[in-house]
C-alpha cells in the first residue's frame, strides 16, 4: 500500500513540476491524451448506431474532430453513432471549446491547488499569445495577470449561460419544424453547444434542411456561432465595459471590428458570385439569396454548419470561402485559423509602410513590432501546414487540387465545411487531415512557446546588414 501510495505521490508530484516547468507543453499532452480517450470511446459497440466496433480510422478523426471542435467527418454524424455516441460527441466539444492553454490552467489548478505565476502567465497568453513570447507586453492589452481567475469564472460562466440561452431560443424553431417536444430537449441544447463552439455537427441526418427558411432559427445559429468566435477574452471585457467602446482592449476593438467587417464583405461577395448559380442561389428570391450569402459568410468564419451543398459553389465562391477560413476567428475563441488579430495587425502593418510611419499605429495605440513579427509566423507556419497537407493529401487521393485545398483549410482552421472529400479518404489521408486540424487548432503560437520553453536568451547582437527585399 505505501508503495503505491509512493508512485502516487511520484505521479503527481511530476505533473506539478510539468505545470510549472513548461504549461503550454503540459497544455498539448492533455490535449493529446484526451484525443486518445476519446478515440477509446468512439470505438466501443455501443457509441455505434450498429452496435459493431468502429473502424479505429473513423474513430480517431471522430475524436480529434470532435475535441477540436471542427466539425468535418468521415462518418454520417447523425445516423452512425448511437444516443451514447451523440453524448461523446456533445460531451467532447464542450471540453475542446475551454481552449488548449485554459483546459490546461484548469487541470494545473486542481493538481497544484493553486496557480503558480508561470501558470498564471500561461494562462493569461490564451487570451494574449504574446505573453509567451519574449519582450515588453503592456497589461492593458487583454486581460491583466491578477484576473485570470475572473477569466476561467468567465469561460466557464459564459459557456453555460451563452448556450442556454441559445437553446432556449432554438426549441420553438425545432418544435415549429416538427421535431417532438421531448427530441427538441436534446436537440435544442446541442445545436446550441455545436453554433457557439463553432463546431457545425447536426444531430438530424436532414442537416438544416428543414430549417432552411426559418430565419430566426438560423439567425440565432449565426448569433451563437459570432459570440464563439470572437474569443473569451473579447466576452470578458464586453462584460466588463459593455457600450463603452472607448474602454475597450485593443484586442477587442480589432476583433470586433474585423469580424463584422469580414462578415459584411464575405456576405456581398458571396451574393456577387453565386446569385446566378442555378445549383446555389440562383433559384431563390432576393431576401432568401442574400440571407442565405451572408449565412454562409458566417459560417465559413468557423460555424461549419451549412444550408448549401458547398461542392455545388462555383471555384471562385470556394477560392472565397479558403480566405475567410484561413483568417477564422478571435485568439482564444472556439474558432480556428490564423485569426482575426493576426489579419489586422498586418494590415494596419502595410498601411502604416504606406504612409511612411515609422510605426504600427490605432486607435490612439503603438502595436510593438515583436507583435508584427509574431502575426507574419503564425501566417507563415499556417501556410506551411495547410501547403504540406494538401501536396501529401492530393498525391495520395488524386483528388481536384480545389477540393483538396478547401478540406485542408476547413480543417486547419477547425471549420468543418466540405466538398464532400474528407468522407471519401482513405485512411492515410483521413490521418494527415487528423494531424492538420490537431496543428491548427492547438495553435502555431502555442506550439512555438512549447518548444521554445528550454530556449535560452541571446545576450548580444550581430552586426546589421539591409538585404534587398522586393
Same mark, same amino acid.
Given at each position: 500500500?505505501?508503495?503505491?501510495?509512493?508512485?502516487?505521490?511520484?505521479?503527481?508530484?511530476?505533473?506539478?513540476?510539468?505545470?510549472q516547468?513548461? +504549461?503550454?507543453?503540459?497544455?498539448?499532452?492533455?490535449?493529446?491524451?484526451?484525443?486518445?480517450? @476519446?478515440?477509446?470511446?468512439?470505438? !466501443?459497440?455501443?457509441?455505434?448506431?450498429?452496435?459493431?466496433?468502429? +473502424?479505429?480510422?473513423?474513430?480517431?478523426?471522430?475524436?480529434?474532430?470532435?475535441?477540436?471542435?471542427?466539425?468535418?467527418?468521415?462518418?454520417?454524424?447523425?445516423?452512425?453513432?448511437?444516443?451514447?455516441?451523440?453524448?461523446?460527441? @456533445?460531451?467532447?466539444?464542450?471540453?475542446?471549446?475551454?481552449g488548449?492553454?485554459?483546459?490546461?490552467? =484548469?487541470?494545473?489548478? /486542481?493538481?497544484?491547488?493553486?496557480?503558480?505565476?508561470?501558470?498564471?502567465?500561461?494562462?493569461?497568453?490564451?487570451?494574449? +499569445?504574446?505573453?509567451?513570447?519574449?519582450?515588453?507586453?503592456?497589461?492593458?492589452?487583454?486581460?491583466?495577470?491578477?484576473?485570470?481567475?475572473?477569466l476561467?469564472?468567465?469561460?466557464?460562466?459564459?459557456?453555460?449561460?451563452?448556450?442556454?440561452?441559445?437553446?432556449?431560443?432554438?426549441?420553438?424553431? !425545432?418544435?415549429?419544424?416538427?421535431?417532438?417536444?421531448?427530441?427538441?430537449?436534446?436537440?435544442?441544447?446541442?445545436?446550441?453547444?455545436?453554433?457557439?463552439?463553432?463546431?457545425?455537427?447536426?444531430?438530424?441526418?436532414?442537416g438544416?434542411?428543414?430549417?432552411?427558411?426559418?430565419?430566426?432559427?438560423?439567425?440565432?445559429?449565426?448569433?451563437?456561432?459570432?459570440?464563439?468566435?470572437?474569443?473569451?477574452?473579447? &466576452?470578458?471585457?464586453?462584460l466588463?465595459?459593455?457600450?463603452r467602446?472607448?474602454r475597450?482592449? !485593443?484586442?477587442?476593438?480589432?476583433? /470586433?471590428?474585423?469580424?463584422?467587417?469580414?462578415?459584411?464583405?464575405?456576405?456581398?461577395?458571396?451574393?456577387?458570385?453565386?446569385?446566378?448559380? !442555378?445549383?446555389?442561389?440562383?433559384?431563390?428570391?432576393?431576401?432568401?439569396?442574400?440571407f442565405?450569402?451572408? @449565412?454562409? $459568410?458566417?459560417?465559413?468564419? $468557423?460555424?461549419?454548419?451549412a &444550408?448549401?451543398?458547398?461542392?455545388?459553389?462555383?471555384q471562385?465562391?470556394?477560392?472565397?470561402?479558403?480566405?475567410?477560413?484561413?483568417?477564422?476567428?478571435?485568439?482564444?475563441?472556439?474558432?480556428?485559423?490564423?485569426?482575426?488579430?493576426?489579419l489586422?495587425?498586418?494590415?494596419?502593418?502595410?498601411?502604416?509602410?504606406?504612409?511612411?510611419?515609422?510605426?504600427?499605429?490605432?486607435?490612439?495605440?503603438?502595436?510593438?513590432?515583436?507583435?508584427?513579427?509574431?502575426?507574419?509566423?503564425?501566417?507563415?507556419?499556417?501556410?506551411? =501546414?495547410?501547403?504540406?497537407?494538401?501536396?501529401? =493529401?492530393?498525391?495520395?487521393?488524386?483528388?481536384?487540387?480545389?477540393?483538396?485545398?478547401?478540406d485542408? &483549410?476547413?480543417? @486547419?482552421?477547425?471549420?468543418?465545411?466540405?466538398?464532400?472529400?474528407?468522407?471519401?479518404?482513405?485512411?492515410?489521408?483521413?490521418?494527415?487531415?487528423?494531424?492538420?486540424?490537431?496543428?491548427?487548432?492547438?495553435?502555431? /503560437?502555442?506550439?512555438?512557446?512549447?518548444?521554445?520553453?528550454?530556449?535560452? $536568451?541571446?545576450?548580444?547582437?550581430?552586426?546589421?546588414?539591409?538585404?534587398?527585399?522586393?
Amino acid at each position: 500500500m505505501s508503495t503505491l501510495r509512493a508512485i502516487g505521490h511520484g505521479f503527481m508530484e511530476f505533473f506539478r513540476d510539468l505545470t510549472q516547468r513548461s +504549461p503550454a507543453r503540459f497544455a498539448i499532452i492533455i490535449f493529446l491524451s484526451l484525443i486518445l480517450v @476519446f478515440t477509446g470511446l468512439f470505438s !466501443l459497440p455501443v457509441a455505434a448506431a450498429n452496435g459493431q466496433v468502429t +473502424p479505429f480510422a473513423d474513430a480517431f478523426f471522430t475524436a480529434v474532430s470532435t475535441i477540436c471542435v471542427t466539425g468535418l467527418a468521415t462518418v454520417d454524424m447523425a445516423t452512425h453513432w448511437s444516443p451514447f455516441g451523440h453524448v461523446l460527441v @456533445f460531451i467532447g466539444v464542450q471540453i475542446g471549446a475551454l481552449g488548449v492553454l485554459t483546459l490546461a490552467s =484548469i487541470l494545473g489548478l /486542481v493538481i497544484s491547488r493553486r496557480l503558480g505565476l508561470r501558470a498564471k502567465l500561461i494562462a493569461a497568453s490564451d487570451s494574449n +499569445p504574446l505573453r509567451t513570447h519574449a519582450g515588453p507586453v503592456n497589461e492593458g492589452q487583454t486581460v491583466q495577470l491578477g484576473q485570470i481567475g475572473s477569466l476561467l469564472a468567465t469561460v466557464a460562466l459564459s459557456t453555460l449561460v451563452i448556450e442556454t440561452i441559445i437553446a432556449i431560443l432554438l426549441y420553438p424553431g !425545432l418544435i415549429v419544424a416538427g421535431v417532438p417536444w421531448h427530441v427538441a430537449l436534446w436537440e435544442a441544447p446541442f445545436y446550441a453547444a455545436m453554433s457557439f463552439t463553432n463546431t457545425g455537427f447536426t444531430p438530424n441526418a436532414e442537416g438544416l434542411a428543414p430549417f432552411r427558411h426559418d430565419y430566426f432559427f438560423l439567425t440565432v445559429l449565426m448569433a451563437g456561432v459570432f459570440l464563439g468566435s470572437i474569443g473569451f477574452p473579447v &466576452i470578458y471585457t464586453l462584460l466588463r465595459q459593455r457600450w463603452r467602446v472607448r474602454r475597450w482592449s !485593443l484586442h477587442a476593438k480589432l476583433t /470586433v471590428i474585423t469580424t463584422v467587417t469580414l462578415f459584411f464583405l464575405g456576405g456581398v461577395v458571396f451574393l456577387v458570385l453565386e446569385y446566378d448559380n !442555378l445549383l446555389t442561389l440562383g433559384t431563390n428570391d432576393a431576401w432568401d439569396t442574400t440571407f442565405q450569402a451572408f @449565412f454562409l $459568410s458566417a459560417m465559413t468564419r $468557423s460555424g461549419g454548419f451549412a &444550408i448549401l451543398d458547398i461542392g455545388q459553389l462555383n471555384q471562385s465562391s470556394l477560392l472565397v470561402a479558403c480566405m475567410l477560413m484561413f483568417v477564422g476567428g478571435g485568439s482564444a475563441s472556439t474558432a480556428g485559423g490564423i485569426k482575426v488579430t493576426t489579419l489586422a495587425v498586418i494590415a494596419l502593418a502595410v498601411v502604416s509602410e504606406a504612409k511612411g510611419r515609422a510605426s504600427n499605429q490605432v486607435f490612439g495605440r503603438r502595436i510593438p513590432s515583436d507583435v508584427l513579427r509574431v502575426a507574419l509566423s503564425v501566417v507563415a507556419w499556417g501556410s506551411t =501546414i495547410v501547403a504540406i497537407s494538401t501536396i501529401i =493529401i492530393t498525391q495520395i487521393t488524386k483528388a481536384d487540387l480545389g477540393d483538396v485545398l478547401f478540406d485542408v &483549410i476547413s480543417g @486547419f482552421a477547425t471549420v468543418g465545411l466540405s466538398t464532400g472529400l474528407t468522407a471519401q479518404l482513405p485512411d492515410p489521408a483521413i490521418y494527415v487531415l487528423a494531424i492538420t486540424i490537431v496543428m491548427g487548432r492547438v495553435g502555431t /503560437v502555442t506550439l512555438a512557446a512549447a518548444v521554445a520553453a528550454s530556449s535560452r $536568451s541571446q545576450l548580444y547582437s550581430l552586426p546589421v546588414e539591409r538585404p534587398i527585399v522586393g
